[in-house]
């Protein structure tokens, strides 16, 4: 694959607008998380008070998701990205102001970052879900490349970078309220998409019914229930402490500014985009799941480095080779959600996806404050790595989690389903982040 074919899904134009919303919001949600985590540490100065934030945060999210999945699929993909974008934007934008004039509290962080968990929960699956309606399957992988190239360049290059220098220039609630500015962008350019027809007929089916097609889907594919497990453990113990115990090391231990953690996340942000772009160039390789489950047992290890880090280099080198190979795994999982999951289906699946890889990062979270006052923060960093690396290794040897590599990519995703709508029937009465 030649190098310019990463840029072929760009003739699209809906695809370059679907680009550019989600870039911007992108650089605006890397900016956010330093400002987040410097502003709850200059409150507190608490670990254990970040990781409540940050657990309220995930909560909604968890929440919502079934129902932002159900929606994606019954509703204009693009009004519920709009609605979530400007849902979003309040919200953070209410905290900017706050801080800004000096009367942010504890409390307000706390109620409002909940609303933002909600529209994250509407807008993940819809965005997942639209990108094949946009582009044809041949192109699902470059623009996936593409997508990877881009989404580390803005939250983990640009907007780190970004956010590290408004943070110590301005403060963090200029950061908050340059977040709220990138969500207004994104609802104007996903505005400018073409309208697409719902995929499924919401006046002739159930809420209940719609959730146990795409639950069925996935309890009958294994390479599908299997992957979002290792999801589900290995982020239950490396999440929480990345999120909060990477700038707990920095600003209490290590005595660095918030420049520091920026930087640390750009380096991240740089080997994510070269792990894009050698897959873009590449494309997948044969035994593509086998790949995809190495590159993330071998990331999450690469996490424990952080808890030996005694500078700022160190946790560069450490989360730039993270990142290539989370980037890369990322890329050829959602290829595989995009190829072999049914179109109609996409949204809910995509929801499940999540529901599932984050439904216990509200307790990783709640865990980490109590672990690190117990262990220690380095501690903490090195057992959650090496834990996750083993369990999502483990994992790959479940029967039938490598049958897409054997079998190959169907012409269309409903050919996975030769009986899948007589299973669906019958499943459906009794429900996608690294990744």
Not at 126 to 138: E, F
Not at 229 to 247: M, R
Request: some cysteine; proline content about 6%; charged content about 15%.
């Amino acid at each position: 694959m030649s190098r310019p074919r990463i840029f072929e899904p760009l003739r699209q134009r809906d695809f370059v607008r679907w680009t550019v919303a989600a870039s911007v919001s992108l650089l605006g949600d890397g900016i956010f998380v330093v400002a987040l985590a410097w502003q709850v540490l200059e409150l507190t100065g608490s670990a254990t008070k970040l990781a409540l934030v940050f657990a309220v945060w995930t909560l909604p999210n968890v929440a919502f998701l079934l129902v932002g999945g159900v929606m994606s699929d019954r509703m204009d993909r693009r009004r519920v990205m709009i609605a979530a974008d400007l849902l979003r934007a309040g919200a953070i934008g209410t905290i900017g102001v706050l801080s800004v004039i000096g009367s942010l509290e504890l409390w307000h962080v706390l109620v409002l970052i909940g609303f933002m968990g909600i529209g994250d929960a509407f807008f993940n699956p819809a965005s997942t879900a639209l990108v094949p309606d946009l582009l044809g399957p041949d192109d699902l992988v470059q623009a996936n490349a593409f997508g990877g190239m881009m989404r580390p360049l803005m939250l983990r290059f640009l907007g780190p970078a970004a956010g590290g220098f408004l943070v110590a220039g301005l403060g963090a609630g200029w950061a908050f309220i340059a977040d709220a500015g990138t969500f207004l962008v994104s609802a104007v350019a996903v505005a400018l998409i073409a309208p697409r027809p719902p995929s499924v007929d919401a006046a002739a089916r159930s809420f209940r019914r719609e959730l146990g097609e795409g639950w069925g889907f996935v309890r009958r594919n294994p390479w599908c229930w299997a992957t979002l497990i290792a999801a589900l453990l290995s982020l239950l113990t490396f999440y929480g402490p990345l999120e909060v115990l990477l700038p707990f090391r920095l600003k209490e231990e290590l005595g660095e500014g918030p420049e520091a953690l920026g930087v640390i996340l750009a380096s991240g942000g740089v080997g994510a985009i070269l792990g894009a772009v050698i897959l873009g160039a590449r494309g997948l390789p044969r035994r593509f799941v086998t790949f995809m489950y190495a590159c993330w047992a071998i990331g999450v290890l690469a996490i424990g480095v952080l808890g030996f880090m005694t500078s700022v280099w160190q946790g560069v080198l450490a989360f730039f080779f993270m990142q290539i190979l989370f980037e890369m795994g990322t890329v050829v999982w959602v290829t595989m959600m995009q190829r072999l999951v049914p179109r109609r289906l996409l949204g809910r699946v995509t929801s499940l996806d999540w529901l599932v890889s984050i439904g216990l990062v509200p307790l990783s979270f709640a865990l980490t404050g109590p672990a690190a006052v117990a262990f220690g923060p380095a501690a903490v960093l090195i057992g959650g790595a090496t834990i996750a690396g083993v369990v999502t290794a483990l994992l790959l040897f479940v029967p039938g989690v490598r049958d897409p590599e054997r079998r190959g990519w169907p012409e269309e995703p409903d050919q996975m389903m030769p009986s899948a709508e007589s299973s669906a029937s019958s499943s459906s009465e009794r429900p996608s982040s690294p990744r």
